[in-house]
């Protein structure tokens, strides 16, 4: 005698399996495009993003030009467009929002469009200016601050259009902004955030904010798979429990919540441009290394990174925007 299953119990088997098999699926996809984030790839641009034809990219200065210049073409290269029109990848900031003496200067933004909820946004950040030249002539050419975070970005975008170019692209659409003006006062986090907010910052689900990833702070010298993770659950627990779950499943890195204690002196939670995205109920990461004896000097030069550090930290964010934008439901605020 034969035993027939309930029509309604063979369904429901059928559709546990179905999003089994869809989420073995893209766990595969994620990992795929994972690898594709090189420590080769990073140090060769690096190299040159932070090398003394760059002048430090102070702000607004021809150095700065040259920077963006170089972003721009990255993204042109790996035919990833820009979400404000065909070819125009700068979000122009006049010097009248600048104090000082600071000249007009840009944000560069490049996106990649989601397939099924693209009014829905991941932002992926890092600022492109650094200090400039010291009044004695050295070039402060900043491969970790924030060089190391810029050519992360660019590698991730990078993944992310080789997925969608094989039909894998990301449910959400995900902005890769870089922002210039942090060095002096988070300006341009700030104009996007404040002033022109490409995207509506009510359908921006999360900022994951990339600054100084390439180094060893003195602290880790003995346990180098170290990264400091601030802002996680400020806003959102959900984020900071995907941020584990997915640190745990593919990078294993030991995440140091050091700086990410309210009572933490350095207030580094207000002092990068994830914070401008905070301020508006948005949840961020922001992904540090910490300082080290080269941190503002004309010492952080790109070969003192560590380029398997930074592939792997890389990976990291890489991975976490993946589920951000893949997942059903979107993040869920507090």
């Known amino acids: ?32 495009y994972a690898k594709t984030i090189t420590a080769a790839e990073l140090k060769d ?11 430090g990219r102070k702000t607004g200065e021809p150095g700065q030009k040259k920077a963006i210049e170089f972003i721009k073409q990255g993204y042109v290269a790996n035919g990833i467009p820009s979400p404000i029109a065909e070819g125009d990848y700068f ?10 003496d600071t000249k007009a200067s840009e944000n560069v933004l490049a996106y990649i469009k ?42 991730i975008a990078e993944a992310f259009k080789q997925a969608a170019d094989k039909g894998f692209g990301p449910k959400r659409s995900i902005l890769f902004l870089h922002v210039t003006g ?18 509506p910052l009510a ?44 640190n745990k499943q593919y990078t294993k890195i030991d ?9 933490d002196p350095n207030r580094f939670y207000y002092r990068s441009d994830h914070y401008n995205f905070a301020k508006n109920n948005i949840p ?16 952080d030069t790109p070969d003192k990174i560590r380029y398997d550090l930074l592939e792997t930290r890389a990976r990291l964010v890489f991975y976490t925007a993946w589920e951000l934008a893949n997942r059903d439901e979107r993040l869920k605020l507090d």
């Open 284 to 299: 961020v990461i922001f992904y540090f290394n910490g300082t080290h004896a080269d941190y503002h000097k004309p010492s």
């Open 182 to 199: 942090e060095e002096i006062g988070l300006y341009g986090s700030r104009y996007y955030a404040d002033e022109d907010p490409v995207f």
């Open 45 to 55: 641009m690096l190299y040159t993003y932070a090398s003394d034809d760059f002048e």
């Open 114 to 155: 989601g397939s099924e909820k693209p009014d829905e946004i991941i932002i992926v950040s890092a600022h492109l200016d650094h200090i400039g030249i010291s009044k004695n002539g050295d070039i402060n050419n900043g491969a970790d601050d924030d060089g190391s975070g810029t050519v992360a970005v660019m590698e």
């Open 1 to 32: 005698m034969k035993n027939h299953l309930p029509l309604c119990l063979v369904a429901f088997t059928l559709m546990a399996c179905s999003s089994s098999q869809n989420k073995s699926k893209t766990t595969a996809n994620a990992e795929t």
């Open 255 to 263: 995440f140091d919540y050091t700086y990410n204690d309210e009572n």
């Open 203 to 246: 359908n921006t689900v999360a900022n994951l904010n990339i600054d100084m990833i390439g180094r060893v702070d003195p602290k880790h010298e003995n346990n180098e798979n170290y990264l400091y993770l601030i802002g996680a659950d400020k806003l959102s627990k959900e984020l900071h429990e995907i941020s584990e779950s997915i």
């Open 91 to 100: 979000q122009e900031i006049p010097a009248s929002f600048f104090k000082g």
